[in-house]
């Protein structure tokens, strides 16, 4: 059983940084891939940045400001997040892929565990 549980989300204004983490307990085996996804109302949970089979991946709304990394000894993933915009709103999940089985790493569906999620807020 694998849990995993994110953090250092909060409020910050336009412009500012936050860095979140993402620690995983239970496993067994270390994890294939890990991904940061967010979600607002009424949307569907979208990602935005991954690292899968050692290569790092991000969505072009947040390449050049936002940055993913592991330290797989703490069993923790960060999302460091510079140049931050109102838009950048939302809850922000991590997601852990526990063995390889394709490379569908933006897809929700794609993840075996799921933290609940932290807040995110971007003032004007």
């Known amino acids: 059983q694998v849990q995993l549980v994110e953090s250092g989300g909060g409020l910050v204004q336009a412009g500012g940084s936050l860095r979140l983490s993402c620690v995983a307990s239970?496993?067994?085996?270390?994890?294939?891939?890990m991904g940061w996804f967010r979600q607002t109302p009424g949307s569907e949970r979208a990602f935005i940045a991954a690292?899968?089979?050692?290569?790092?991946h991000y969505a072009d709304s947040v390449k050049g400001r936002f940055t993913v990394s592991r330290d797989h000894a703490k069993n923790t993933m960060y999302l460091q997040m510079n140049s931050l915009k109102p838009e950048d709103s939302a809850v922000y999940y991590c997601?852990?892929?526990?063995?390889?089985?394709?490379?569908?790493?933006?897809?929700?569906?794609?993840?075996?565990?799921w933290g609940q999620g932290t807040q995110v807020t971007v003032s004007s």
């Open positions: 239970g496993r067994t085996l270390s994890a294939y891939a």
């Open positions: 690292s899968a089979g050692g290569i790092e």
């Open positions: 997601a852990e892929k526990r063995s390889y089985g394709g490379d569908e790493y933006d897809q929700v569906s794609w993840y075996d565990y």
